[in-house]
């Protein structure tokens, strides 16, 4: 298997469907938002765009299924599987914010393999694949040189129904803003990951995360020379709804931070 070949086929398919979500918000001033859950919406761009992605991904790797946000395709791959959020960020979408990201993963049996994250405000693709450099539209990125949290930007996402561990979280927030540069929350956690890869910040963390949306980060991540685990400086942070991404510099402290806060208190 080419991964090179597929990435680029890949990129190339989210900067079409990106022109699609673009000039879909361009030209309807009023969309028609569902709700699918506690402050969690979803609009007919999204299951649009999720169905053109899966059609042509079909086409790409026929043998591939897909973990997909909208559930436009319940295809499971023994081997391939394709983790998909067609619009991560909806929220800023919808009120004409950004970033708001299309977020696409490759997954081999329980290894990602590949990763797209083409940030469409600013048309930033950020893309990897198994044993390659990262890649910022074209040109090679890597994670921050920062050594200390105290010189560190962090990146967080506040949770928007699943508020059982906000005592904690708070308390985590006022560490980081005691002992950092700062702490920034701008609604897409795969653009918070590529964010961390090409080193604007130095730290993400968040919890009740869905697959689609750190799987495609985390690889990039990975390949621009950064840490990746959950909380407990654990693996299951693809289907284990929470995740650490830091440079390398600052991994170690920075979840021992979160391991006390979130998990041992």
Known sequence: MNLENICQ????????VGQFILNERKNNKSLTIEVKGLHDFVTYVDKTSEAKIVEKLSAILPEAGFIAEEGTS?????????????????????????PFAISIA??????????????????????????????????????????????????????Y????????FLKTLEFFME???GVRRLGSAATDLAYVACGRF???????LSPWDVAAGSLIVK?????????????????????????K?????????????????
Not at 249 to 265: A, P
């Open 223 to 247: 390949q621009a020379g950064g840490r990746i685990s959950d909380f407990k400086g654990e693996n299951n942070y693809i289907f284990g709804k929470e995740i650490i991404a830091t440079n």
């Open 9 to 16: 086929q890949v990129t190339e398919l989210t900067k079409e």
């Open 74 to 98: 319940t295809k499971k791959g023994e081997k391939y599987n394709w983790i998909i959020d067609p619009l991560d960020g909806t929220t800023n979408f919808i009120h004409n914010l950004t």
């Open 179 to 181: 002992n950092s540069h």
């Open 106 to 159: 490759l997954q081999e049996n329980d290894e990602i393999i590949l990763g797209v994250v083409h940030e469409l405000g600013l048309n930033e693709c950020f893309y990897a694949w198994k044993d390659s450099p990262a890649f910022l539209n074209g040109e090679e990125i890597s994670v921050s040189n920062k050594e200390t949290i105290e010189e560190s930007l962090i990146a967080t996402g506040f949770p």
């Open 202 to 208: 130095e730290a993400f963390y968040e919890y009740s």
């Open 249 to 265: 510099n600052v991994f170690d402290k920075f979840l021992s931070n979160i391991n006390s806060i979130m998990i041992n208190q």
């Open 161 to 168: 129904y699943d508020y059982a561990r906000m005592e904690p």
